[in-house]
T-cell receptor, first 111, second 114 residues
Framework: GDSVTQMEGPVTLSEEAFLTINCTYT??????LFWYVQYPGEGLQLLLK?????DKGSNKGFEATYRKETTSFHLEKGSVQVSDSAVYFCASNTGRRALTFGSGTRLQVQP | DTEVTQTPKHLVMGMTNKKSLKCEQHMGHRAMYWYKQKAKKPPELMFVYSYEKLSINESVPSRFSPECPNSSLLNLHLHALQPEDSALYLC?????????????FGPGTRLTVT
């Protein structure tokens, strides 16, 4: 079945550091890929998405590129802020069912 | 507007109680979802409604009973729950149940079963 694997956290960075959170997927066919963010005590917010190979999703300084050859969708941001501290979920969707989530990566940004 | 609303925000119930969770969206979305999320875990799918019909039930115990009265509303009826059912219950919606359509999540209902 479909699965999504994310790097284990927590990831602790200083403000203005470069962020990478790795995500790889396995799926039958070509899934759509998403990054969601969850702030403490809240629901999930869609951060960005990509629906086909080589697509780049971007939002609020975050970027991720759909790499079919490496089955990856790594999340990057050039300069993180304290307000980016949250849990980040990578997810895939092949349309046969709802989202398949990774385990989540907690990001802690220190001032 | 990409808002999904959920009520109540918090709910404490005993194991013999009956309660309902409510979810609403006014984006014209035709797919709606219930997820359960335990602490430090990703959301787990419970139910999917597609065009107001139940299309996926992920082997959820019968003490959870979903209902979709119309295309904007989704309910989750709770009865005889167990303490291990305590979790954050998330509702989501998407334009269509097919591939490629992003899901928008509500803020969740924090449920505690005593």
């Amino acid at each position: 079945g479909d699965s999504v694997t994310q790097m284990e956290g927590p990831v602790t960075l200083s403000e203005e550091a470069f962020l990478t959170i790795n995500c790889t997927y396995t799926a039958t066919g070509y899934p759509s890929l998403f990054w969601y963010v969850q702030y403490p005590g809240e629901g999930l917010q869609l951060l960005l998405k990509a629906t086909k190979a080589d697509d780049k999703g971007s939002n609020k300084g975050f970027e991720a590129t759909y790499r079919k050859e490496t089955t990856s969708f790594h999340l990057e941001k050039g300069s993180v802020q304290v307000s980016d501290s949250a849990v980040y979920f990578c997810a895939s969707n092949t349309g046969r069912r709802a989202l398949t989530f990774g385990s989540g990566t907690r990001l802690q940004v220190q001032p | 507007d990409t808002e999904v609303t959920q009520t109540p925000k918090h709910l404490v119930m005993g194991m013999t109680n009956k309660k309902s969770l409510k979810c609403e969206q006014h984006m014209g979305h035709r797919a709606m979802y219930w997820y359960k999320q335990k602490a430090k875990k990703p959301p787990e799918l419970m139910f999917v409604y597609s065009y107001e019909k139940l299309s996926i039930n992920e082997s959820v115990p019968s003490r959870f009973s979903p209902e979709c009265p119309n295309s904007s509303l989704l309910n989750l009826h709770l009865h005889a729950l167990q303490p291990e059912d305590s979790a954050l219950y998330l509702c989501a919606s998407s334009q269509d149940p097919g591939q490629g359509w992003e899901q928008y999540f509500g803020p969740g209902t924090r449920l505690t079963v005593t």
